[in-house]
């Protein structure tokens, strides 16, 4: 065993006797300039997008909510031009930019809320809406319904209604206000009326969304309410659309809304905007911190064949000696991964130290940023690809020393 490893030590000291350090560091500097760019920006991508991914965890951004602008008497005039028609939905699902195209189905019939809180009963009348279940990216708990059962039917509640009870209607009346803990405690009794039908549910909160600008309730509810107390005869066509994106905050998607005159529910078009152009800024600099890499990649390269070149004469003294090709590259192969695992581990630290010096800023606007992990696993990657890559090609141009 000392007998080889001393053999192992002799080639390594005649190999390495003609390694440049000058070159050695310029491949790692370059190799750790691109990946610091590569990890720094994709970190600083995923901490901002938080902003918008971590505010819902019922909707993401990728969903814009649209609906016909209002002018004039609306639809006073017996007819229901707010409606979007089979046409205009196929029209909107043909763009590239809709990957698919959800309508809500609206309650057709009277609903009227009402709870008791201490000595308080307070109602009020209310509208309804159902998506697909298929749009939500979390469902939430105990969302179904069977009807004939006794369970309570699930809601989904707009963060906005509940802001406007307390501090609107209920400070002015002296009334309560209300938490999102204590409303998802309190039971609600709906009636549900028309069609010369009347019926009386419990119903509880499960959840607040602050995009969907609505009360939501599950598809099986609204199918089965529609179906007993809906007048019979109306049509069915959806007044607001959910619109999946291919890609969130897409240019296209605005300009078709605005040359048809579609309204956007909220502010959901200005935060996909940002995180747009945040998206388009950080694939630039990806691109440039992955050529620097990549000219990196051939910096290696090339230093090592030159160091064959420079070693083609000991080499062949090896072959002769009885060395195989395998036993040649693999000291170039480990001088490789051992300066690309110095440069992963510096380029990850570094990585970390950037995102704790924009943590504190992102905090004080309520923004909590990003696991590291995920980033240092793509860093990870990166290296062992240029790794492989120097490898495969260390022992092609090795054997191709010998064959010579």
């Known amino acids: 065993m000392s007998k080889e490893k001393s053999r192992n030590a002799l080639v390594r000291r005649l ?64 007819d229901n031009p707010m409606a979007f028609t089979p046409e205009a939905v196929a029209e909107i699902e043909r ?24 000595n308080s009963n307070i109602g009020t009348a ?19 319904y069977t009807p004939g059962r006794s369970e309570p039917v699930p809601i989904i509640l707009s963060r906005d209604y509940l802001t406007l009870y307390n501090f609107g209607f209920a400070a002015s009346r002296g009334l309560p206000q209300i938490s999102e803990q204590m409303i998802g405690k309190v039971p609600l009794r709906l009636s549900l009326s028309g069609n010369g ?7 509880r909160v499960v959840g607040f969304s602050s995009r969907l600008n609505t009360i939501a309730v599950p598809e099986e509810f ?33 300009d078709f809304m605005k040359a048809h005159g579609y309204d956007i529910a909220g502010d959901r078009m200005d935060n996909s905007r940002a995180a747009f152009f945040l998206g388009l800024v950080t694939s630039v600099v990806i691109v440039v911190g992955a050529v620097i890499s990549l000219l990196a990649f051939f910096i290696l390269l090339l230093s090592i064949y030159l160091l064959l070149q420079k070693n083609r004469r000991k080499i062949h003294e090896l072959m002769q000696l009885g060395y195989r090709p395998g036993e040649i590259a693999v000291h170039y192969n480990m001088l490789v991964a051992a300066v690309n695992l110095a440069v992963l581990v510096v380029a990850s630290a570094v990585t970390a130290v950037g995102a704790s010096m924009w943590k504190e800023p992102l905090d004080s606007i309520g923004v909590n940023g ?20 120097s490898i495969v090609a260390i022992n092609r141009r090795v054997k191709s020393v010998f064959r010579i």
Not at 129 to 140: A, W, Y
Not at 229 to 247: M, T
């Open 15 to 78: 190999l390495r006797r003609n390694i440049s350090a000058g070159q050695l560091i310029g491949f790692a500097l370059a190799n750790l300039v691109g990946l610091t760019i590569v990890l720094v920006a994709m970190q600083f991508y995923r901490d901002v997008t938080t902003a918008w991914e971590g505010s819902d965890s019922f909707i993401s951004r990728d969903y814009m909510i649209i609906s016909r602008h209002v002018t004039g008497l609306g639809n006073l005039t017996g």
């Open 370 to 389: 990003a696991p590291l992990w995920p980033t240092v696993a793509v860093g990870v990657a990166i290296i062992a690809l240029i790794t492989v890559g």
């Open 197 to 203: 039908h009347q019926q009386y549910v419990e119903a």
């Open 222 to 254: 609204m199918t089965w309410a529609n179906d007993r107390f809906a007048e019979p005869g109306r049509d069915n066509y959806p007044s607001r659309l959910i619109i999946e994106l291919s890609k969130p905050g897409d240019p296209a998607a605005t």
């Open 126 to 144: 209310l509208f309804l809406e159902s998506i697909p279940s298929s749009f939500f990216d979390e469902l939430p708990a105990r969302w179904s």
């Open 95 to 118: 763009q590239p930019w809709a990957e698919r195209v959800g309508s809500f189905t609206a309650a057709e019939f009277n609903v009227y809320a009402s709870l008791e809180m201490g």
